[in-house]
């Protein structure tokens, strides 16, 4: 395996992702070198967009700060960048790569972050990680040169797998926050009032969590039994939230047992032997 040694003089893009999304910026490393910072520069856009509930005091002011990234990308398609680090460096890589349609689907489901309520129904939730972590995985598979179908519909199921898994493991963070992503209908189906804090111990939470982990399950075993070497860096974050999922079955599904927030001290292990493998290991 080649050395995956990343230089001190990391760019914009690089810096953001290492800094907020530090699990993406992990699997990045064994992308293709010519081919990395396209990836950076798009987990940066990721990253730019899934803040806005956090950068605004209110939800009007996040619907316009997601309208003008929807503007900026628009006009980047017809060749007008503007000024900000991110769409400068989106500029060479996006179009000609990745469909517009598909960064679209990713910012306008991130409307429902600026909801109090979470997603109404089963099928709403799966929307939302189909638009966000699908779209992203499957992004990023374009920008490593991927254009098999299969593959392409792998990453959209591999990424709502990891999208879905990345919602059970920040319950707490987002219990904290008074924001529940988990399906309303079902909550009401398992008996948990939705307008009371969340909390440890739970019997009813924890069946919820157990059918949701089922459906990211069933996403996460979509992996095609190899993937190409220069390909396989975009499907490595499904490597992640197997080890997740892994996690929560230890834990009887609580979402809020300290395991699921424990370092996981062997995660670039687990990637390279994914890497050196062509193995998304989720089960």
Not at 204 to 230: C, D, F, G, Q
Request: proline share 6%.
């Amino acid at each position: 395996m080649k050395s995956r040694e990343v230089t001190s003089e990391l760019s914009y893009c690089a810096t953001q992702v290492r800094a907020h999304d530090p699990d993406r910026f992990l699997t990045c490393l064994f992308a293709p070198a010519e081919r990395r910072e396209a990836l950076f520069a798009l987990y940066a856009l990721n990253y730019e967009v899934a803040k806005t509930r956090e950068v605004v005091r209110e939800p009007m002011m996040g619907r316009i700060r997601l309208q003008w990234w929807r503007d900026a990308i628009d006009e980047l398609y017809r060749g007008q960048v503007r000024e900000h680090q991110v769409l400068t460096a989106l500029a060479g890589v996006l179009p000609g790569s990745v469909p517009a349609e598909l960064i679209m689907q990713l910012i306008d489901a991130r409307e429902l972050d600026l909801e109090d309520s979470g997603p109404p129904t089963s099928s709403s939730l799966i929307d939302y990680t189909r638009a966000t972590g699908g779209a992203l995985m499957q992004m990023a598979a374009r920008l490593l040169g991927a254009t098999d179908e299969a593959l392409l519909h792998a990453a959209d199921d591999l990424g709502e797998g990891t999208a879905l898994t990345g919602l059970l493991r920040a319950i707490p963070f987002h219990a904290t926050q008074n924001r529940l992503y988990l399906p309303a209908d079902l909550l009401r189906q398992m008996g948990v009032d939705a307008a009371k804090p969340l909390e440890r111990g739970n019997s009813s939470l924890e069946v919820v969590t157990y059918l949701m982990a089922i459906e990211a399950e069933r996403l996460l075993h979509a992996a095609p039994k190899r993937i190409p070497r220069s390909l396989i860096a975009a499907y490595l974050p499904a490597v992640l939230a197997g080890t997740t999922l892994r996690r929560l079955r230890k834990t009887h599904h609580d979402p809020f047992d300290p395991m699921l927030a424990s370092p996981d001290a062997v995660k670039p292990l687990r990637l390279a032997r994914a890497w050196a493998t062509k193995m998304i290991c989720t089960r």
